[in-house]
């Protein structure tokens, strides 16, 4: 089994920055690649921003500029850097780990509060 733990959520003024860390421990070589979806109330799951173990990525438009998807394979742990945060950005952040890039997520961790204040 694999599992993802996030941190680093918090109440931010509109501006601000945030770091989300997602440390996986368990059958971590099964996992190739590992991202960000968030959800807001009446939104749909939306994918933030995603990351292969070689280090390709790929981020929402909503995001792009300010976001930015990093891993770090040795600690299997993988982050992401929030910049100019709007109050849009206010969501529940899932952090996942799937077996291929573009397919199925296979896990996920239990999400973590980000709040952006106007």
């Known amino acids: 089994q694999v599992q993802l733990v996030e941190s680093g959520g918090g109440l931010v003024q509109a501006g601000g920055s945030l770091r989300l860390s997602c440390a996986a421990s368990g059958s971590i070589f099964s996992i190739n690649a590992m991202g960000w979806y968030r959800q807001a109330p009446g939104k749909q799951r939306e994918l933030v921003a995603r990351i292969s173990r070689g280090g390709s990525t790929n981020y929402a438009d909503s995001v792009k500029g300010r976001f930015t998807i990093s891993r770090d394979n040795t600690e299997n742990t993988v982050y992401l850097q929030m910049n100019s945060l709007k109050p849009e950005d206010t969501a529940v952040y899932y952090c996942?780990?799937?077996?291929?890039?573009?397919?199925?997520?296979?896990?996920w961790g239990q999400g973590t509060q980000v709040t952006v204040s106007s």
């Open positions: 996942y780990g799937a077996r291929f890039w573009g397919g199925v997520r296979d896990y």
